[in-house]
């Protein structure tokens, strides 16, 4: 294939290179865990799609993470896409999810299928460990490369092993895919001999650009290896990022992104201020975080505030005044919040269980309380004029001041609830009333839901509708309903759901009766007589029910103890018996059923 000039490879234009950071020794290494493998090929696991080629119009680095979101649908188990080139290409926003752009739009594919990003995660090339980890998985990793005029001096086309040991005056960045490593592959494959074994698989996006000296083959060929110790991707490009993919669903607007000059500052709370531009509903919440080594649970609290402040303003003095006093009412809480660890400077995605609806005008704050300090991520902000940040140390809130990348609020326009599924149904659903005015719900538990919600509405007349009663996570499939009233009749619907993807559930009523009685012993101890003695409830009196066998059941009369006498038994005869409680005008389910044969 004829090799086509990218122009757009020239043009530094996109974010990313602001997001580099300086990681110290360029040499850094941290020694493989028992649980790596000295190789590993994502290509081996069919974890990898076919090679995307560049064309007139494309960009090599929004081809690239296009391939790595298609890696992560295929690692998640949401399906193979194949994403179009000019749409990756139009859409150089995916680098970034954190972005106004990622919170907007999908990325289609060929199929007229969609994906979204959800997050991204980064570990430093550095950090061996770290990014071998995020490879297996999350899939194949993106990094920025940057090419130099003497490249063809590094590049060994035998052995297909690029090594630039100096730092040179460049000519092009390009969009490289990381899909595996040989920690064995020898440093002698290389051109010029670096100062140890080892190297990344890296995959090119196809043809580039026909200034780039990376020869031919190497570009068509696709694949090819880059040593650990290559100065160019450790000294200028420290992060490699796998973009997290999530089905086809998106949010019309992001309150809050930022570009360049990260940077991570501690706290023990993180705030953000914005004014709804329309009828909307929370999503989610993103938070950029640095060094988490360990799990994180957070606390997630909206409040609509009582004031409004000026988004314009250089101080942000009412808001921190505002946010030290909780002068604003909550409307939304959330608790145990789960963040992913990581080494290095990640993306969290949390998706809100309940979808909170908010109305044009309305001034929203929306608080993440950690449960230790974490280092947050500020940036210098992109989208002036929407909202306020701020983060809290050590009980006090302080503003950002410049750099307000702290928390991210993604909604989509009009009041809505999640996606629904219509193929994806729980259908196990039971109700028992074995206790005093409770209703008890038991399903079986779907693998693939990260929770349940629980609806209810009780039957009155046809203008009622359900109502969330709470939300559980995956490994709870029973629920006593303890709100319900005796003599009431209540509708229940258990959901399943993952992430913002909800399916739908079969309907079951129950009526809330008072407690069941069970008959506790039969016996025939006088001629002609069975003695039915009953288990205590609460009750007015007892009925007793009675049936020859294959026949139904009648009544045959009440008793306010514990005992009746059933004096029109027939000796030789087997008799069936039932009881149920009276109290208050209501009646309780019936027994079940026992049998007795009359000998005397």
């Not at 990681?23 to 081996?44: I, Q």
């Not at 020898?186 to 100062?195: H, I, L, Q």
Request: proline share 2%.
């Amino acid at each position: 294939m004829k090799r086509r000039v990218i122009a757009a490879l020239l043009i530094l234009t996109l974010i990313f290179s602001g997001l580099m950071f300086s990681v110290g020794n360029s040499d850094a290494y941290v020694k493989a865990s028992s649980g790596l493998p000295e190789k590993y090929d994502l290509r081996d696991y069919n974890l990898v799609t076919p090679l995307r080629f560049v064309s007139t119009g494309d960009n090599s680095r929004a081809i690239t993470i296009a391939q790595s979101l298609e890696s992560n649908a295929l690692k998640a188990g949401w399906g193979k896409f194949e994403l179009e080139n000019n749409n990756a290409a139009d859409r150089q926003w995916t680098q970034f999810p954190y972005s106004d752009y990622t919170a907007k739009f999908l990325i289609k594919g060929t199929s007229d299928e969609y994906i979204r990003i959800k997050e991204a995660f980064g570990s430093s090339i550095a950090s061996r460990d770290s990014l071998k980890n995020q490879i297996m998985t999350y899939g194949s990793a993106c990094v920025d490369f940057w090419i130099y005029k003497d490249g063809k001096d590094y590049y060994n086309e035998e052995t297909k092993a690029l090594y630039q040991s100096k730092d040179n005056s460049h000519l092009a960045k390009i969009g490289f895919e990381i899909i595996g490593w040989d920690d064995n592959f020898s440093k002698d494959n290389f051109a010029t001999t670096p100062s140890g074994d080892g190297a990344w698989i890296v995959r090119t996006p196809g043809e580039v650009n026909t200034y780039c000296p990376i020869p031919e083959d190497l570009m068509n060929g696709g694949y090819f290896y880059l040593s650990y110790y290559d100065c160019n991707i450790l000294k200028r490009n420290r992060f490699a990022y796998s973009y997290i993919a999530a089905p086809g669903e998106y949010q019309d607007f992001n309150y809050q992104y930022g570009s360049s000059d990260c940077e991570k500052c501690n706290a023990t709370s993180a705030a953000i201020y914005f004014k709804a531009i329309a009828d909307q509903t929370l999503t989610s919440i993103l938070v950029g975080t640095y060094d988490v080594n360990d799990t994180i649970y957070a606390t997630i609290r909206v409040y609509k505030c009582r004031n409004e402040y000026d988004t314009n303003s250089e101080s942000n003095i009412d808001f921190v005044n505002d946010l030290n006093s909780r002068n604003m009412d909550l409307i939304y809480e959330e608790s145990g919040v789960k963040m992913r660890p990581g080494e290095e400077k990640q993306f969290n995605a949390l998706e809100l269980r309940n979808m909170v609806n908010i109305n044009k005008g309305d001034n929203i704050a929306v608080i993440i309380d950690f449960n230790r300090r974490v280092d947050v991520v500020t940036a210098v902000t992109t989208q002036k004029g929407h909202n306020r940040t701020c983060i809290c140390d050590d009980g006090k809130w302080k503003d950002c001041g410049d750099k307000p990348l702290v928390i991210s609020v993604r909604v989509r326009n009009g009041h809505n609830k999640k996606i629904v599924d219509g193929g994806w149904v729980l259908d196990s659903l039971n109700i028992k009333n074995n206790e005093e005015s409770k209703l008890t719900l038991t399903w079986n538990r779907d693998k693939n839901a990260e929770g349940y919600d629980i609806y209810r509405k009780e039957i009155k007349n046809t203008k009622t509708v359900y109502t969330l009663v709470t939300t559980v996570d995956n490994s709870v499939t029973k629920y006593t309903d303890t709100k319900v009233k005796l003599g009431c009749t209540y509708s229940y619907k258990v959901v399943p759901f993952s992430g913002n993807r909800e399916g739908t559930s079969i309907e079951k009523t129950a009526e809330v009766k008072i407690a069941a009685p069970y008959i506790k012993k039969l016996e025939n101890t006088t001629a002609g007589q069975v003695k039915i003695t009953c288990s205590v409830v609460k009750r007015d009196s007892y009925s007793i029910y009675r049936a020859d066998p294959g026949k139904a059941y009648k009544w045959i009369g009440n008793t306010k103890t514990t005992v009746f006498i059933d004096k029109n038994a027939k000796k030789g005869a087997s008799y069936y018996y039932k009881v149920r409680a009276n109290r208050d005008g209501k009646q309780s389910n019936l027994s079940a059923g026992k049998k007795i044969t009359v000998t005397k």
